[in-house]
């Protein structure tokens, strides 16, 4: 039977280390937070103007204590390293956000994902953070480069998470702060894989994505894949590695007939059609895949974080395994 798991204590524990560990370097002096209510992230003052170098090789001015920043869709690490940004990533005209991260971000505006350069304007900002050299292709970078200093933290998209995490910490002078966040990540994967492994020994698992009644099924390196597997050392069933093979982004395609072959002990299943009929969930081949025959289906919505990635998405994906494995 399909149920909907809640989080447990982890992530908190987890998030409120992570903002305190990075709320002890900062300077500003952020007022206090009340206990049941999330730290609010602050941004940390680097006293002196410095020259960095990005990923495409602009020799980048970020001046010293940045107040208005935008860095879309890497607000992740932002809220990780204790940084609040001018405007949160969105789509659908502010409709679609990052959920997962409205404990620290509700308060935020939204700005639309393709990053006109009026709206970006708008925010004055006085530092804009680009995730990749995709995102300021053709001259687009030197119409941000004209709104702010720009820099570019990584060539490809998908890029490793943890160096993703350590660049933005370089820019804002928070490199140890970054390792920190990264140590006490490894430390709870690690106690969160012999906690599973004592559970259910070395059993698979698969992630699938049903959007709009078609599935898909995680890589193998990135994304959940990367908990999953890489963290967690969960086992890979076959498929999910011949498809990870030529896979070319994060999630792939895949037919209900190639799912009927899924040798996957359990599987998580992210719904972002729940509430719009699941048809795909009531087909005759759906229900005779092993995994969901024996009830070993765990169903979490668009709004977690599992299509994320990053210190807190992984936390909150690390906190769901486990708590559907060792019931």
């Excluded at 560990?21 to 009340?34: P, R, Y």
């Excluded at 969901?292 to 909150?316: D, P």
Aim: proline residues 4%.
């Amino acid at each position: 039977m399909i149920t909907h798991k809640q989080r447990n204590v982890m992530t908190t524990s987890f998030l409120a280390l992570s903002i305190l560990l990075v709320g002890c370097s900062n300077t500003d002096g952020g007022a206090s937070q009340s206990n049941d209510e999330p730290s609010k992230p602050v941004t940390e003052e680097v006293s002196i103007e410095r020259t960095l170098t990005d990923a495409m090789g602009h020799e980048v001015k970020i001046p010293a204590n940045p107040k208005h920043i935008i860095a879309s869709y890497l607000e992740d690490n932002l809220v990780a390293l204790g940084i609040t940004p001018a405007a949160q990533w969105s789509v659908k005209e502010g409709a679609g956000v990052q959920k997962y991260l409205q404990a620290y971000l509700k308060d935020v505006p939204t700005i639309p994902s393709e990053l006109p350069f009026e709206v970006v304007a708008s925010f004055s900002p006085d530092l804009i953070i680009m995730g990749s050299a995709q995102a300021v292709e053709g001259a687009n970078y030197d119409q941000y480069a004209k709104i702010a200093p720009t820099i570019v933290v990584e060539i490809e998209n998908n890029s490793d998470w943890r160096k993703k995490l350590l660049s933005v910490g370089e820019i804002f002078g928070k490199t140890e702060e970054a390792k920190k966040v990264l140590e006490e990540y490894d430390k709870k994967a690690k106690e969160s894989k012999n906690i599973i492994q004592e559970s259910i020994g070395a059993e698979s698992a698969a992630a699938i994505w049903l959007v709009n009644n078609n599935f898909y099924i995680v890589s193998e390196n990135v994304s959940s894949g990367a908990v999953l597997y890489g963290d967690l050392s969960l086992s890979t069933p076959s498929v999910v590695k011949e498809i990870s093979s030529t896979a070319t982004g994060n999630w792939s395609a895949i037919s209900l007939e190639r799912l009927a072959e899924l040798d996957a002990d359990h599987i998580f299943l992210i719904n972002s059609d729940k509430g719009n009929g699941a048809e795909m969930l009531q087909d005759p081949v759906w229900k005779n895949i092993p995994a969901v025959k024996s009830g070993h289906i765990y169903e979490y919505g668009a709004e977690t974080s599992w299509l994320y990635a990053g210190a807190i998405a992984n936390t909150q994906i690390i906190d769901d395994v486990v708590e559907s494995l060792t019931k």
